[in-house]
């Protein structure tokens, strides 16, 4: 008999906010079930409903027809259901074999009973990532591992104890769709097992690869699932949005050929080497090329994030001298990191101070903040960038990720920037708010505003972009006109 999980009108609220409304659905093993919806649909909500970090305000959720009740994210565990969470959660400086027995490692018997068996550990770590095909080193520190395999160490990790249900929060968002490829094949073993797999994404194209059945949540109730077979894209968008979103070339204009910014032989060990390239004002330059290839070193170098060991970067002829993020902010480059999270927010202040917090000097008078001042600055952002917040007072953290994205955008531009970089900024968001950043990049374009863009989904940028660099271990290795160009072409020049 296959697991199978049930859910009967599931509700969840928070202060403000009806996260989910009555959602009901049945799930079973062995196969893989697309979750879908929009920014703020409730899915990751309902995932940490389903791993007992939430209680559901009502309703009743049945493993193979039982009722169960969760108090705690271990009660779930022992019922054999697992997650990978949407944000990467593991320790960068711990071995892969500590990480994936976090909490739960393995005890010596014996006199002190609270000593770790370093010898266990390892030993089941090894034996865990083989069971499941992931060829990784259980030694490695997790950090010093490539995205792509961080994500397989975290499916490994959430594996760790046999669960019979898998829940997947967007895992390839990080990835590029080679790495995607090994995350695939891993799930594809795992149902093959008899696992219930449920796959959250925002990458539509996805679904048709690996999931069997697609369900989408909308407005916090759920719209029926059909097998994946009966969706096709259109039907997939207008399950999630209720309508049709259609996607084509966005920008509109062409870049005014005056020279903003000159990157001259760049370069930062064990990063990238020799960059070289102008940006015009109002140019939307994309930068394309594989995990690893040194996009974001680039960017991060730009913005004064990391320091680079060779060459300028210059600023309307002026050679900029100083590489911080606070000097490169005054003259107005700013990033928005591959890294929320970690890098875009605080996630323990408010919406409003986020926005407000790298541009203090435009809301202060006499030194002085307020509240008030803010809140002008901040109301208008929101309505600007449609970011759903029930109160600009509200965590940044109680946002739903890709409302968080809109909120790193509102901060820059409160800070009035003349260079955006961007990496990834889609990363996890839906198709309509992608639709809106790009509107919006398109906008600050016309304005003469310069963005260079790094995105893994390389059709982002044969939609956005004026022109795009491609990179390769490192290296600018030439240059593609969009207009001129075709995907697999960019594709092609991306993987040679
Ligand atoms: N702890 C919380 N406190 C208050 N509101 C919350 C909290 N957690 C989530 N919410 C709200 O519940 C709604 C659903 O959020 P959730 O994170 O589940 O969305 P999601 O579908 O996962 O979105 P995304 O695709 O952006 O990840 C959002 O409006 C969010 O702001
Ligand atoms: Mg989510």
Request: charged letters at 20%.
């Amino acid at each position: 008999m296959p697991v199978t999980l049930e859910l009967e009108h599931i509700a969840k609220m928070f202060p403000g906010t009806t996260a989910l409304d009555g959602v009901s659905v049945r799930w079973e093993g062995g196969k893989i079930h697309a979750l879908i919806g929009r920014n703020g649909a409730g899915k990751s909500t309902l995932v940490n409903i389903l791993t007992g970090a939430l209680a559901p305000t009502r309703g009743t959720i049945r493993l193979n027809g039982l009722p169960i009740v969760f108090r705690s994210p271990a009660d779930a565990r022992k019922a054999g259901i697992a997650a990978v969470h949407q944000e990467l959660s593991l320790i960068p400086e711990l071995s892969v074999a500590e990480n994936i027995f976090l909490g739960r490692l393995p005890r010596r018997n014996g006199m002190i009973p609270c000593r770790v068996d370093w010898h266990r550990t390892n030993e089941q770590a090894e034996a865990l990532l083989s069971r499941l095909q992931v060829r990784i080193d259980h030694t490695a520190r997790a950090g010093s591992l490539p995205v792509a395999q961080q994500q397989l160490v975290e499916i490994a990790k959430a594996m760790a104890d046999d669960p019979s249900v898998l829940l997947l929060d967007e895992p390839t968002s990080a990835l590029a769709k080679q790495e995607t490829d090994h995350v695939f094949s891993l799930l594809r073993v795992l149902a093959q097992r008899g696992v219930l797999l449920m796959y959250i994404t925002h990458r539509l194209q996805e679904i048709a690869r690996i999931a069997d059945t697609v369900t989408a949540l909308r407005d916090g109730t759920f719209v029926p699932t059909i097998p994946v077979a009966e969706a096709s894209p259109e039907t997939i968008v207008s399950m999630m949005f209720g309508q049709n979103i259609r996607f084509s070339r966005v920008v509109d204009h062409p870049a005014s050929g005056i020279p903003i910014l000159q990157v001259n032989a760049l370069g930062r060990r064990g990063a990238f080497q020799d960059a070289a390239f102008t940006l015009y004002a109002g140019e939307i330059l994309g930068v394309a090329g594989l995990l690893g290839s040194g996009r974001t070193s680039l960017l991060r170098a730009i913005a004064g994030a990391d320091t680079p060991d060779t060459g300028t970067v210059v600023l309307d002829g002026t050679v900029l001298s100083v590489f911080s993020p606070e000097a490169m902010k005054q003259h107005g480059i700013v990033l928005t990191p591959e890294n929320r999270k970690e890098e875009g927010l605080v996630q323990s202040l408010s919406v409003r101070a986020n926005m407000c917090l790298a541009s203090l000097e435009r809301t202060a008078v006499h030194g002085m903040t307020t509240r008030l001042r803010e809140r002008s600055v901040v109301a208008k952002i929101i309505r600007e960038l449609d970011i759903a917040v029930p109160d600009p007072e509200a965590a940044v953290s109680s946002l739903s990720g890709g409302n968080q994205q809109k909120v790193v955008l509102g901060k820059w531009l409160n800070t009035r920037p003349r260079v955006m970089l961007f990496d990834e900024p889609t990363r996890g968001i839906d198709l309509k708010a992608k639709l809106q950043i790009f509107q919006l990049i398109n906008r600050l374009s016309a304005q003469g505003i310069a963005s260079i863009v790094v995105s893994s989904e390389l059709e982002e940028l044969m939609d956005i972009c004026h022109r795009i660099l491609v990179m390769k271990a490192g290296r600018i290795t030439g240059t593609l006109d969009p207009t001129q160009s075709t995907l697999d072409e960019l594709f092609g020049r991306c993987m040679q």
